[in-house]
């Protein structure tokens, strides 16, 4: 064996085809896969690089292999367990096979594909941000994990040109309207109590009823009903949903009921009960079927539909039809006895 110029040569006289057979016989060749790919073939014998050793250049300095470690991870792995060390230089590996996706960096100990997602998007998509080692780089205007924090203040102005009505911060991008305010809604305009049962009266109706003065194409395309995201279920509790509102089909006089919450971006979430009250024979105390953790915001339902002791839209206590009744029952026995 003798060295020249840094590369090693290993004086086996060995033919090309003795050492690897299938290869076209050459005598020579760079990186030749003869060499291990680690040496120029020159002449029928191997030229192997720095670092590398053996007739075929398969034997690897042990001290080259120090320079592919990370010294700043606690576990000692060549390449991170991610590559190969070539030279003393690391060539990461697929991240999965048949994928062109490679892990990068010195020691390859980056993972480019590993970001957090948002929207379905690494790091929101190209237009928010890019994932370098395993972490979002938002680009302007984004921040965040996964870059889903827009620092755009237009979705939060209000009808007044001011930012969430006064009534709250804008967060990303969305209001998020004080707590202690009574306004909600995209811009922290809209008053639950006043309005918020009675805009959505109409959309419940059509949706989960088929029912009310909407016909089916106005209740797929109305601009209140298009974007309105409502749930049927059996059983309406107010624990589920910031306000629960009551109402009268007109079709056929019976009782529906649905509650409705504000979700982050100020848009309603609604819950409505598929189960009506009707009345009717057998149904003169229908009040007291009623789920007693229900407690309405709004109303134009007869008296008769309230839950005993469910506040009134003006929060007084609505009496129930069975106290009605006890009431009149001591009014007569009174009248009798005079």
Do not use: W
């Amino acid at each position: 064996m003798m060295r020249l110029d840094g590369v090693t040569f290993e004086a086996v006289f060995v033919t090309c085809c003795a050492i690897l057979s299938g290869y076209k016989c050459q005598t020579t060749g760079r990186r030749s896969p003869q060499c291990s790919n680690q040496g120029d073939l020159v002449k029928g014998l191997c030229a192997c690089i720095s670092g590398y050793s053996g007739y075929d250049c398969s034997q690897l300095d042990p001290s080259i292999e120090l320079s592919c470690i990370d010294p700043f991870q606690s576990v000692e792995k060549v390449c991170s367990g991610r590559g190969r060390c070539v030279g003393g230089v690391c060539q990461c590996a697929r991240r999965r096979s048949r994928i062109p996706d490679k892990f990068s960096g010195e020691y390859c100990e980056c993972d480019d594909y590993s970001c957090p997602f948002y929207m379905g998007r690494m790091c929101g998509g190209d237009a928010r941000g890019r994932c370098n080692c395993g972490v979002c780089q938002c680009g302007p205007g984004y921040t965040g994990e996964a870059c889903g924090c827009s620092l755009m203040t237009d979705g939060c102005v209000a009808s007044d040109g001011s930012l969430c009505n006064n009534q709250g911060s804008c967060v990303c991008g969305y209001c998020q309207c004080d707590q202690d305010s009574i306004y909600r809604g995209p811009t922290c305009e809209e008053n639950p109590a006043m309005n918020g049962c009675r805009d959505l009266k109409q959309c419940v109706q059509c949706r989960v009823f088929q029912t009310g003065p909407l016909s089916p194409s106005e209740c797929a395309n109305d601009h209140v009903c298009s974007n309105l995201r409502i749930h049927s279920v059996d059983t309406l509790n107010k624990h589920e949903s910031d306000y629960i509102c009551q109402f009268t089909d007109e079709k056929d006089d019976c009782l529906f009921r649905f509650g409705y919450s504000y979700e982050q971006t100020g848009a309603k979430f609604v819950k409505a009960s598929t189960v009506k009250q009707c009345p009717g024979p057998g149904n003169n105390d229908l009040d007291m079927t009623l789920d007693p953790e229900v407690n309405p915001v709004q109303s134009d339902a007869p008296t008769g539909f309230q839950g005993s002791g469910d506040p009134d839209n003006n929060g007084a206590s609505v009496p129930s039809v069975s106290l009605l009744t006890t009431f009149g029952t001591i009014l007569v026995v009174l009248f009798r006895l005079s």
